[in-house]
């Protein structure tokens, strides 16, 4: 008896008796997904700027999008705005999710993006916030490809690059 079951034993450890651990990746390589805002991307765009919402010293034009949902609060940014919320409130809000990609040197003007630790976009986004010394203080929103290069070749903020470089 003794024979069997130290053959036995010799057997489970040559095999082994359970399932082997599968080696932990990275958890800190691997971004999270918590997504808070969500875009609906236009077909056929041609980066053209449309105005999407504006109050009497404020516009939001999307860039190449149809809508951007702020999930959180389980409504389109429209929706949002017209709650009661400012322009300034709303891009506030989710300027605080995106890491600040640019600055430029007209009184402010900021570009953000979602690139951090924390993914907080299903799509990706880029937010342009105007801040221009004459007072311009509009926001583009558009995907991720956006940059400032685009704003400065489509007059964004005001800004018309071929003047600016005469």
């Not at 079951?5 to 082997?20: A, D, P, S, V």
């Not at 971004?31 to 449309?50: G, M, V, W």
């Not at 999008?65 to 009661?84: A, P």
Request: net charge negative; proline share 2%.
């Amino acid at each position: 008896m003794k024979k069997i079951t130290i053959i036995i034993c010799i057997l489970i450890l040559i095999t082994g008796c359970g399932k082997q651990k599968e080696p932990k990746q990275k958890e800190e390589n691997k971004p999270k997904i918590d997504y808070k805002i969500d875009t609906i991307e236009r077909q056929n765009c041609e980066n053209e700027a449309i105005e999407y919402y504006t109050t009497s010293d404020q516009t939001v034009y999307l860039v190449c999008l149809e809508e951007v949902e702020l999930l959180d609060e389980q409504k389109t940014l429209k929706n949002y705005l017209e709650s009661g919320k400012t322009i300034n409130e709303a891009t506030d809000k989710m300027v605080s999710l995106l890491t600040i990609h640019a600055s430029l040197l007209d009184g402010g003007t900021s570009v953000y993006r979602d690139t951090g630790s924390i993914i907080h976009t299903k799509n990706g986004i880029t937010l342009i916030k105007c801040n221009k010394t004459d007072g311009r203080k509009d926001v583009y929103i558009g995907p991720n490809e956006l940059n400032e290069d685009w704003g400065f070749e489509n007059g964004f903020c005001g800004h018309n690059l071929t003047q600016e470089n005469e």
